[in-house]
């Protein structure tokens, strides 16, 4: 069942349905001021951070799970509906949310008056623009009542739902024409206020909660729209709000538009007040004049369009299958800009009051993003590597907005150091910049302890070759990539988190084989950084590192038909067929044939067989099998969570395309497909109403095959799947991968497939890419020619700036 459809020509997602299996969302803004928006106008905005300077309240856990947000009220006579279908839900005659890039549109319709609001943030803007358009499509002249409403968030949205005594003393506001300012707290020690504008004179206005709603109403039926006369309330302290009351009468025929303006402003100290406990309004008044005409939305409507237009055109897929274009052309693109902005924060699953930005999410974040704004994910890189600490270990995660390692969760974290060697690479091959190794970067923000990037990946290397275990593999630490197998942590109280509680790592024999994986793969890609940069001698003693890490696997790590996941803190072994639960486990399979371990011997082979037998189910491949039943102290929160859910046996799609590039490595290009089709939203799209969550992005998990209901899927948005898949697709299905010295094109496809198209921006030349595939081989080039010359690899070189070049890829 689909409530939807998606509209590739215009990128946008079209509902049709207002009820939705579960609110589906949009992102607006990706600088920064941000909002979440769903398909009715729910959602929130904030400025930079979402815990701390939330502008606008949202509920968690609310019933109805998505109310509040943006409220658009319509009242015509005795009948009051919602553009958005929601809060009023009165039945319209026609529906319409249109989720596009960093834009949504909502439309409804109603005894022949067509409203449609425009939601985004444009461009270099701290201020969410809603432009609404009213039409009327009857012979009668249409005499209107329109009430906004918002409700502001006392700035810290954490306290804003727990200190009641305080809250409901502070709140300010000032009312100044059409335009509400929110000055909760400027009084004192903040710099910043809100405002919420529209662009014509209002017959009335609200700013005090109950006074609008009235206090036995919800947002259905606020008081003041039931009885058509806003109450101009002023608020003191209680529930501060914004609402606009207008006029509006349409001819038969006409369309008018209303533009209102959700900003957000700071003044220095000196400039704070225009007179006493007045605020100077300047800054606002200079972005409402932005926005004053409809015209002057568009135009700021069409620059955010062309931003979008350029940052797609650096990766063009012409394969002719629709679904795969969309993805690999819109969505998956969108989702990891998406990612690489909120990191966890702020999605319908994450309170953006929890976590800060995630050492290794961050690392993988870029790998699919750096091709969009390069300059961006420098800055990144940079920011996370400031908080690493000298001997290479790592805070498990780091504030935005003051860059900063977290030190209630702390490091320990045995993988996060070489995820900055992957990041750091995947940079460097996108743009050649290796100036990016020789900055200056602090150890744990110490600015008397500094060394150079290249020095951090050292320490990120050696972190874990100072750290094995008695088998010669990595020490897991408090966790590795999977955060809930905890191996080290043996916890009995409900009340301590997996992730804080203390780490009994002392005579521990705990290792993962995912880190050795990981090692390897990583240990690789450092040692070519090594011999770009005329570092000889590190290569090879890297490259030591890296033999004797593929003899410990081959010794220590292979279970006979899969690589083992680890040992436990006793040197149990974990993952394998000696165990009667979780005998087989995704991640260090994943990693290992990624890496090529055991290739010659079959090993490869081998475990994505048993991957294939034994992990594989309709809807993906699941993190282990069988899954845990019981709770094991010895594992932590994997086995805290009911079978087939979260990494207990869910699909959790974030490692599914390390399964797929291990069967790129190996030639089985039906096998990556298959796996890529499985988990990609727009092959899910039928089967909407069992996925629950958006047919146009990825989600954390799906259900599996021991879940009550295998193939629902949760924590959609922000998660690294976006990045994963985005990189598996295109640099190892499509098989478009930069190289420190060049572009690769070495495609691993099923073999039925005729070729596809490409147009790739890289460093500033663009190649147009043909791939053919005549002998319907999966894997191996036999032809390239650039420019209608024969070429003598399939790596293709850095051309001049500027310059377009045609290229010729036949397989065979
Ligand atoms: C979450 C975390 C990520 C972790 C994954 C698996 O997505 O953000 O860091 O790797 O779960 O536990
Ligand atoms: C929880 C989640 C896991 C996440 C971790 C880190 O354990 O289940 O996915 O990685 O929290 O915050």
């Known amino acids: ?159 804003d739902m727990e200190n009641f005594q305080r809250n409901f003393s502070t709140g300010e506001v000032e009312i100044g024409g059409s335009v509400i300012y929110h000055k909760t707290e400027y009084r004192e020690r903040r710099n910043h206020y809100a405002y919420y504008s529209v662009n014509a004179p209002v017959e009335g206005f609200d700013t005090d909660r109950e006074s609008f709603l009235g206090l036995y109403n919800g947002w259905e039926e606020p008081q003041v729209v039931k009885t058509g006369v806003p109450s101009c309330s002023v608020a003191h302290g209680w529930s501060p709000v914004a609402s606009h009351c207008l006029a509006v009468e349409l001819q038969p025929g006409e369309t008018k538009e209303l533009v209102f303006v959700l900003g957000y402003a700071e003044n220095g100290e000196q400039e704070k007040w225009e007179s006493p406990g007045i605020i100077n309004k300047k800054k606002a008044r200079e972005t409402l004049d932005r926005f004053s005409t409809a015209a002057r939305v568009d135009e700021a409507f069409a620059a955010l369009r062309t931003h979008w237009d350029q940052l797609l055109g650096v990766f063009s897929l012409r394969s002719g299958n629709e679904k795969l274009d969309r993805m690999v052309n819109i969505w998956n693109q969108y989702q990891c800009m998406i990612t690489f902005c909120f990191s966890r924060s702020a999605s319908f699953f994450e309170s953006g009051i929890g976590r800060g930005m995630g050492f290794r999410d961050s690392n993988q974040d870029l790998i699919g993003f750096v091709h969009q704004i390069p300059e961006r994910a420098r800055e990144r890189i940079i920011d996370i590597a400031s908080t690493q600490f000298a001997d290479g270990g790592c805070y498990h995660q780091y504030q935005p907005l003051t860059r900063r390692g977290n030190n209630d969760i702390g490091g320990g974290f045995n993988d996060d150091p070489l995820w900055l060697i992957l990041g750091t690479a995947s940079y460097v091959r996108e743009t050649g910049d290796f100036s990016i190794l020789e900055e200056t970067v602090p150890f744990d923000n110490n600015p008397d302890q500094t060394g150079s990037l290249f020095d951090h990946l050292s320490v990120s290397l050696d972190h874990v070759v100072n750290n094995l275990g008695p088998h010669g593999l990595p020490l897991i630490g408090r966790a590795d990539w999977n955060d809930c197998l905890n191996l080290n ?34 240990g690789r890609e450092y040692a070519g950084l090594c011999l770009e940069t005329g570092r000889e001698k590190e290569a090879e003693r890297a490259l030591a590192g890296v033999d004797r890490m593929v003899e410990s696997v081959k010794r220590h790590g292979w279970d006979g038909a899969w690589f083992l996941r680890a040992y436990d803190y006793s040197g149990n072994k974990i ?85 797929m590039i291990g069967e790129t490595v190996i030639g089985r290009g039906e096998k990556a497909w298959e796996y890529y089709r499985k988990i990609c939203p727009a092959w899910l799209e039928e089967i909407s109403a069992l996925h629950k969550t958006e047919p146009y992005v990825y989600a954390q998990m799906i259900a599996g095959t021991d879940a009550a209901r295998p193939g629902e899927a949760k924590n959609s948005w922000l998660t690294g799947t976006a990045s994963w898949n985005f990189y598996a697709v295109s640099q190892y299905i499509l098989g478009i991968r930069p190289e420190y010295r060049g572009l690769t094109v070495d495609p691993c496809l099923p073999a039925a497939w005729e070729g596809f198209e490409v147009t790739r921006r890289f460093r500033g030349a663009t190649y147009c890419i043909r791939v053919t595939n005549p002998n319907h081989v999966s894997k191996g080039v036999a032809r390239v020619t650039i420019d209608e010359k024969p070429a003598t690899s399939c790596c293709l070189p850095v051309f001049e700036p500027g310059t377009t070049h045609r290229v010729e890829v036949e397989m065979g």
């Open 1 to 159: 069942m689909q409530f939807g459809y998606f509209d590739d020509r215009n990128r946008e997602y079209v509902i049709t349905d207002p009820q939705t299996p579960w609110p589906w969302i949009n992102y607006l803004g990706t600088e920064d001021f941000f909002s979440l928006i769903s398909n009715t106008g729910g959602g929130y905005a904030f400025y930079r951070d979402a815990k701390y300077r939330r502008l606008t309240r949202y509920r968690y856990n609310n019933v109805p799970m998505d109310s509040g947000g943006r409220c658009f009220y319509v009242r015509e006579g005795d009948t009051v509906w919602s553009p958005g279908w929601k809060p009023c839900k009165t039945a319209l005659d026609r529906y319409e949310c249109r989720h596009g890039l960093n834009y949504t549109s909502l439309l409804g319709e109603k005894n022949g008056v067509v409203a449609r609001v425009l939601f985004f943030v444009p461009l270099k803007t701290h201020a969410e623009v809603q432009k609404l358009s009213l039409t009327n499509v009857t012979s009668a002249v249409k005499t209107l009542k329109i009430f906004s409403f918002i409700e502001w968030c006392l700035w810290n949205a954490s306290t």
């Open 489 to 522: 942590c043996f916890s009995h109280d409900p009340d301590e988190s997996f992730q804080t509680t203390e780490n009994k790592s002392e005579g521990t024999q705990a290792e993962s084989l995912m880190i050795a994986g990981l090692f390897v793969v990583s």
């Open 575 to 659: 993952g394998s067929r000696e165990n009667t639960e979780g005998r087989i486990f995704i991640e260090s399979n994943g990693w290992c044939t990624m890496a090529g371990i055991g290739k010659e011997e079959g090993y490869c082979e081998k475990a994505l067989d048993s991957v294939a037998e034994q992990l594989d189910s309709p809807y993906g491949i699941m993190l282990n099998q069988p899954a845990y039943t019981r709770y094991y102290p010895e594992y932590g929160e994997i086995s805290s969570y009911p079978p087939g859910y979260k990494e207990n046996g869910a699909v959790f799609c974030h490692n599914n395309p390390w399964i």
